[in-house]
């Protein structure tokens, strides 16, 4: 049976992304306070989560919008400056939008909140100050007719609601006030044949307006205040003339629309219907608005491209094809060419439908963007630096689990950046670079991995007190001598900190070791270089999926091995004549290269066969060989996550179950090929 989700629901999903996509443009306005199309893109957004709160009962989501939205609307009007405390109120305003999804509809506990930040806006427009994009600057020069000023022209509006506007939430007379705010107006209803009070359904409406309205706003506008109508003809805007109408017109049109309400009026019926409407949805809200206090946010949700639920209800299609072929290929007992044709069938389309349905979860890594930019923003302003946030590679994809899991990882790297690395103004200027410093953050895909690259311009890791640093801790003996990366690495040990103080930001000795074991969960790994004076680099790799991988499968005496497809990169046959070591070599085209026999490393005692095969892996391009009994072929891998007791098993990242339900490890190919460098540079 269909599930069916609560339209409170989906309406708090959709103001989320409306929120980031705000965020994400106001941060964007910082830069270039002048951009016409970006200001006009705020102004929607804040119009389209007015309208929704309106429709969907969260009184206090539309009041409070209400007024930011009106202070864009003068800006893209430019009756109003661009401040950049403009810009700050509407960067909390889009947080306290955030916090009240949380609550009930009724914004219960959070109005107070809402009245001091509206005063602050109150108090800014009644002195907006000075900005680089004063009025009359380049925002006028966008086309008029979308955002821009428009010349004064007069239209007809007919508005007549539909059976079921009630039920839904729609407002009819707040519409009509919303519009009559856009201009000067008159304003005609028509209550058209009233029905018996006994007969009466106070959830359908009755009658329609007529409303000609004289506005600079442009027909745009005018149609925007019925953006959340369900048309079906409800709604009809046409322009009858540029400027003002006649005054003459006017008065006549007012007194129509005079008598008009006196005949409506004379047995108080539109009262009537009002408070009867207004009790029944009030009952129908009640409930709703305890369950949202009470359950908080839903499920996640993720969008999905239309085309790719296509291509997948037409695998499903074809599914069902070869399902009625092979049930009676076996009612007729074909043979095995015919059965063959069919399996071969059944795994292309399987293949295809993995990849598919895999493809629904996946997101670009941007959409992770919006909240970084935000973060490094503020906490950049807290420290009193001056720093610039390149984001590149948004549109690399990811798994949905992967990126959801990714961004507290993210949060931490960024921050430990501008608290550690990234120098004050003033440092900055005595080290002879920009007072303005840079941390970058990159994604993309390389070699079948997602790689994410944070780096930034600052002071960089000094190595030194790192090394003090673990010798006081016992991590390692005062005469040990470690290479450059080694002794990068010791800041993922537990607990470990070089900060002098403790503040908000760091110094507790909890970092970068949770941030490793968070990428490391994630089947990931994390990489770290540092050069004095030039900043640091941290690289993560992560799989491109959590779910399924492709691979080929291993013998190891009896055991069973998948090496992932992604690291193989051909295979060699040596005789086992002889002993190899753990760590020997092997040629390859020339080159020597460092060959782990996985027999010998895990202490595997069964007969040896007369040749091993090598399966040649590659992994941030370096290679090795790894020895083994029997390449068996191709094989598609579902993951399993290790037992909690099995997590530390060396060289194994996981589990998967073949189809004669025995269970096959996968070898981690990573931790292998750091194995064999070091024992190649340890007999070196």
């Known amino acids: 049976?269909?599930?069916?989700?609560?339209?409170?629901?989906?309406?708090?999903?959709?103001?989320?992304?409306?929120?980031?996509?705000?965020?994400?443009?106001?941060?964007?306005?910082?830069?270039?306070?002048?951009?016409?199309?970006?200001?006009?893109?705020?102004?929607?957004?804040?119009?389209?989560?007015?309208?929704?709160?309106?429709?969907?009962?969260?009184?206090?989501?539309?009041?409070?919008?209400?007024?930011?939205?009106?202070?864009?609307?003068?800006?893209?009007?430019?009756?109003?400056?661009?401040?950049?405390?403009?810009?700050?109120?509407?960067?909390?305003?889009?947080?306290?939008?955030?916090?009240?999804?949380?609550?009930?509809?009724?914004?219960?506990?959070?109005?107070?909140?809402?009245?001091?930040?509206?005063?602050?806006?109150?108090?800014?427009?009644?002195?907006?100050?000075?900005?680089?994009?004063?009025?009359?600057?380049?925002?006028?020069?966008?086309?008029?007719?979308?955002?821009?000023?428009?010349?004064?022209?007069?239209?007809?509006?007919?508005?007549?609601?539909?059976?079921?506007?009630?039920?839904?939430?729609?407002?009819?007379?707040?519409?009509?006030?919303?519009?009559?705010?856009?201009?000067?107006?008159?304003?005609?209803?028509?209550?058209?044949?009233?029905?018996?009070?006994?007969?009466?359904?106070?959830?359908?409406?009755?009658?329609?307006?007529?409303?000609?309205?004289?506005?600079?706003?442009?027909?745009?506008?005018?149609?925007?205040?019925f953006l959340f109508v369900d048309d079906g003809g409800a709604v009809r805007v046409e322009h009858v003339g540029d400027g003002r109408p006649r005054r003459d017109d006017l008065d006549r049109l007012a007194a129509v629309a005079g008598e008009c309400r006196d005949a409506a009026c004379e047995d108080g019926l539109p009262e009537l219907l009002r408070r009867s409407l207004r009790e029944k949805l009030e009952r129908r809200r009640a409930p709703k608005a305890a369950e949202a206090a009470s359950a908080g946010r839903g499920d996640s949700s993720i969008r999905v491209d239309a085309s790719r639920l296509d291509h997948l209800v037409n695998m499903v299609g074809e599914m069902v094809i070869i399902q009625s072929r092979l049930s009676q290929a076996v009612d007729k007992a074909l043979d095995r060419a015919v059965l063959a044709q069919i399996a071969e069938d059944l795994q292309r389309l399987t293949d295809a439908m993995r990849d598919n349905a895999l493809g629904l979860r996946m997101l670009p890594i941007g959409t992770v963007y919006g909240n970084l930019r935000r973060l490094v923003r503020d906490v950049s302003a807290s420290l009193g630096k001056n720093v610039e946030f390149v984001a590149e590679g948004g549109d690399t994809e990811l798994d949905k689990t992967v990126i959801d899991r990714l961004k507290d990882p993210l949060v931490h790297i960024l921050r430990n950046s501008l608290d550690h690395g990234i120098e004050s103004p003033a440092e900055r200027a005595a080290a002879g670079k920009a007072?303005?410093?840079?941390?970058?953050?990159?994604?993309?895909?390389?070699?079948?991995?997602?790689?994410?690259?944070?780096?930034?311009?600052?002071?960089?890791?000094?190595?030194?007190?790192?090394?003090?640093?673990?010798?006081?801790?016992?991590?390692?003996?005062?005469?040990?001598?470690?290479?450059?990366?080694?002794?990068?690495?010791?800041?993922?040990?537990?607990?470990?900190?070089?900060?002098?103080?403790?503040?908000?930001?760091?110094?507790?000795?909890?970092?970068?070791?949770?941030?490793?074991?968070?990428?490391?969960?994630?089947?990931?790994?994390?990489?770290?270089?540092?050069?004095?004076?030039?900043?640091?680099?941290?690289?993560?790799?992560?799989?491109?999926?959590?779910?399924?991988?492709?691979?080929?499968?291993?013998?190891?005496?009896?055991?069973?091995?998948?090496?992932?497809l992604t690291a193989l990169r051909g295979f060699q046959e040596r005789p086992c004549g002889q002993d190899h070591p753990v760590v020997g070599v092997i040629e390859r085209m020339g080159r020597l290269l460092p060959c782990v026999n996985l027999r010998a490393l895990f202490g595997v005692a069964e007969e040896r066969p007369d040749y091993e095969r090598i399966v040649v892996a590659e992994v941030g391009g370096t290679e090795i060989g790894l020895a083994v009994d029997k390449v068996v072929g191709r094989q598609q891998a579902v993951i399993k996550s290790l037992d909690e007791m099995y997590r530390n098993v060396a060289f194994i990242s996981g589990t998967t179950i073949n189809g004669d339900g025995s269970i096959s490890l996968i070898l981690d190919v990573q931790r292998l090929v750091e194995f064999a460098a070091a024992r190649a540079e340890g007999a070196a």
């Open 1 to 225: 049976m269909m599930q069916e989700h609560d339209p409170v629901d989906i309406f708090r999903e959709e103001v989320r992304e409306l929120l980031a996509d705000l965020e994400e443009t106001l941060l964007e306005l910082e830069g270039d306070p002048c951009d016409a199309d970006k200001v006009a893109r705020a102004f929607r957004d804040l119009h389209t989560i007015k309208g929704s709160g309106a429709m969907f009962g969260f009184a206090e989501i539309a009041r409070f919008t209400h007024d930011l939205e009106t202070a864009f609307d003068r800006v893209r009007s430019n009756t109003l400056p661009l401040s950049a405390e403009l810009l700050g109120i509407a960067l909390e305003a889009k947080d306290h939008i955030q916090a009240l999804l949380g609550t009930s509809q009724d914004g219960a506990g959070l109005t107070e909140a809402s009245d001091a930040l509206l005063a602050r806006l109150a108090r800014l427009l009644e002195s907006p100050g000075k900005d680089a994009c004063p009025p009359g600057a380049d925002l006028a020069a966008e086309p008029a007719g979308e955002h821009g000023a428009h010349r004064e022209a007069t239209f007809w509006v007919r508005y007549r609601p539909t059976p079921d506007s009630f039920v839904t939430g729609c407002d009819p007379l707040g519409l009509i006030e919303e519009l009559c705010g856009l201009g000067e107006s008159v304003v005609v209803f028509h209550p058209g044949e009233p029905a018996p009070l006994a007969e009466h359904d106070p959830e359908r409406p009755h009658g329609w307006w007529d409303v000609l309205l004289a506005t600079g706003q442009g027909e745009n506008a005018v149609r925007d205040v």
């Open 435 to 564: 007072e303005q410093g840079t941390v970058r953050l990159w994604a993309g895909h390389v070699s079948g991995e997602v790689v994410i690259r944070v780096s930034d311009d600052g002071k960089g890791l000094d190595q030194e007190k790192i090394r003090r640093k673990a010798q006081a801790m016992g991590l390692i003996a005062p005469e040990a001598e470690l290479e450059r990366k080694e002794l990068l690495n010791l800041i993922f040990e537990p607990g470990f900190s070089t900060a002098e103080k403790v503040s908000d930001l760091s110094g507790r000795g909890v970092g970068m070791d949770v941030v490793k074991r968070s990428i490391e969960a994630l089947r990931g790994k994390m990489e770290i270089d540092s050069e004095p004076g030039k900043g640091v680099v941290l690289t993560v790799r992560l799989p491109l999926t959590l779910a399924i991988i492709d691979g080929f499968c291993v013998l190891i005496g009896s055991g069973s091995y998948i090496v992932p």
